[in-house]
């Protein structure tokens, strides 16, 4: 009778135990899905670190690009001082012939002074025996007056004329300039000292005539390798127009765009790449954008031009590398109506540059103490809008090519027409090869021949004749344009395709030597580095491309 009470309590202690167990299955979950969010978290942070990273890595590459810069400028500054120290030791070797005149030299002057006062009466002869040093340093005392005279001029106008600052410098440039032109006033040699600055920019950049005209069509066409290409957003909003390279550091490339802004870039030695610099509005006040856009020739400003209709600014001067880049305009207007095609300045000493309008004109701007005056070059020689024009570096003489098929070459310093040329297609542009001054190269609108090859030496006898077809479009625009590689052998042309054509002068063909894919839509222009192996491209894709060779 007591087994069965017993058996019933163990029943209960086992339902315990299956409660109990029933129970601790329900943990699980929560440490599954505090380990979800554990993974989160380390997967935010890991996000967190990567975004810092690239932050880091973006600022290591703005630092180089201004360790770069402030390298360059450090340079300049460098060489700017070997020159100073050169002039002003030439100075004092100029000054320093007075006082190295030896003392003992004079002495034998004396012995002639001893034989002159035999007229005079013998006490005079007494006098010099006893102290011939003596009259000598008198006689030479009122000699160098006038170098004393000249010492104290070199000190006296560097302060009245220049800041306190900058006096001690500047005396040597004007001892220098002095010399050259006596009848020059006080504030002219500074600023010829300056232009004297800048030209040994220039000679660097020039380079020696190379003879390229017996090579043309004789052998067949060497055929460059690209490595692939990188696109970069324009940063335009509407599409590009103008693409310039930096003639004082080709690693500097400007853009311009129909919304008015004028872009600065970097391109890295290490890409191909480009990084951005920075971006001006160039808006006229007439709400114009840039038509056509050009360095000065010391790197440091950039021009553009206009439209002549309603009263509006035609040229502004805008310097990008300063932190302001503020636009100033210029007050004078020559052109009379219509849009200013080309700017384009001339390969001489003397920085000026030529604006091309479509009223037919050509004007001259010449840098005139501090400010630009413009000088009419012609504008009753074309009958038609002036597209382009373009200088020689031989001589003064002015190319100038138009809608109306003309070809002119206008010699400044004679004041007359050099040479005339007429084709058989409009022309859109004009540009000199920069290895052999005797040839240039227009663009022309006949497709199948769009470039045409001329010597300034035959006058109207084509040398040789490039082209394309283009399979989206039969017209040419005038926005397309070429570019000379800077051994003087190969031109890049844009096109209505995608696409960059390449030909080499010396191949005996018409066709492009090779064509590269570049864009998605038609290619404005494409320009070649002088230290790099790159080609730099704008599209109408509002894209920029940088393309590697070798």
């Known amino acids: ?108 002057p004396p012995p002639p002074v001893k034989r002159e006062p035999k007229s005079p009466p013998p006490p005079i002869q007494r006098d010099p025996k006893p102290s011939p040093p003596q009259p000598p340093p008198q006689k030479k005392a009122p000699a160098p007056a006038p170098q004393p005279a000249t010492r104290p001029s070199l000190v006296i106008p560097g302060p009245s004329n220049r800041p306190a600052a900058r006096p001690e410098p500047m005396p040597g440039l004007k001892k220098t300039a002095a010399p050259s032109s006596s009848s020059s006033s006080a504030p002219s040699p500074p600023e010829r000292s300056r232009k004297e600055d800048k030209r040994p920019k220039r000679k660097i950049e020039e380079k020696e005539h190379q003879n390229l005209i017996p090579s043309i069509k004789k052998s067949s066409a060497t055929v460059l390798k690209f490595q692939g290409g990188t696109l970069v957003s324009g940063q335009h909003k509407r599409k590009l127009r103008c693409l310039e390279l930096c003639p004082a550091n080709d690693q500097l490339v400007v853009t311009s765009a129909l919304d008015g802004l004028v872009t600065l870039w970097q391109v890295e030695p290490r890409g191909p790449s480009i990084s951005f610099r920075g971006k001006t509005d160039c808006f006229s006040p ?49 052109h009379t109506k219509g849009i200013i095609n080309n700017i384009s300045f001339m390969p001489w000493s003397d920085v000026c540059f030529v604006t091309a309008g479509s009223d037919h004109a050509v004007i001259l701007w010449e840098d005139k103490d501090g400010s630009w005056k413009h000088k009419r070059v012609h504008k009753d020689f074309h009958s038609s809008a002036v597209m382009s024009v373009a200088g020689l570096q031989q001589k003064k003489t002015i190319i100038s090519v138009g809608c109306d098929k003309r070809i002119l070459g206008f010699d400044l310093s004679a004041g007359r027409t050099e040479f005339k040329n007429l084709i058989d297609s409009k022309c859109m542009s004009v540009l000199a090869n920069p290895c052999d001054f005797n040839l240039y190269m227009v663009q022309t609108g006949a497709p199948g021949r769009q470039l ?72 404005f222009k494409a320009v070649w580095h002088q230290t790099l192996p790159y080609m730099t491209s704008i599209s109408s894709d509002l894209n920029i491309g940088i393309h590697k060779y070798s």
């Open 1 to 108: 009778m007591a087994a069965p009470p017993a058996l019933k309590r163990p029943k209960l202690e086992k339902d315990d135990s299956h409660s109990t167990v029933d129970d601790a299955p329900p943990a699980p979950p929560v440490s599954s899905a505090s380990a979800d969010e554990e993974e989160e978290e380390e997967a935010i942070a890991e996000e967190a670190a990567l975004a810092l990273v690239a932050h880091r890595q973006r600022d290591v590459e703005r630092c180089k690009l201004k360790l770069l810069h402030y390298q360059s400028l450090l340079d300049t500054a460098e060489t700017k001082l070997a020159e100073a120290q050169s002039r002003l030791d030439r100075c004092r070797d100029r000054s320093n012939p007075p006082p190295r005149q030896p003392e003992p030299n004079p002495p034998p």
């Open 286 to 334: 007439k709400h114009r954008w840039p038509e056509d856009i050009a360095w000065h020739p010391d790197g440091d400003t950039i021009f553009a031009v206009y439209t002549a209709d309603n009263g509006d600014s035609q040229v502004s001067m805008t310097n990008l590398i300063s932190g302001q880049r503020k636009v100033t305009f210029l007050p004078e207007k020559p």
């Open 452 to 523: 045409r090859l001329f010597d300034i030496r035959l006058r109207q006898t084509e040398v040789h004749a490039f082209g394309w077809k283009q399979e989206s479009s039969e017209s040419q625009s005038a926005l397309i344009n070429q570019s000379w590689s800077p051994d003087g052998w190969y031109v890049s042309s844009g096109s209505a395709d995608p696409v960059i054509h390449i030909f080499d002068i010396r191949y005996h063909g018409q066709n492009p030597c090779q064509s590269v894919q570049a864009h998605q839509k038609r290619v």
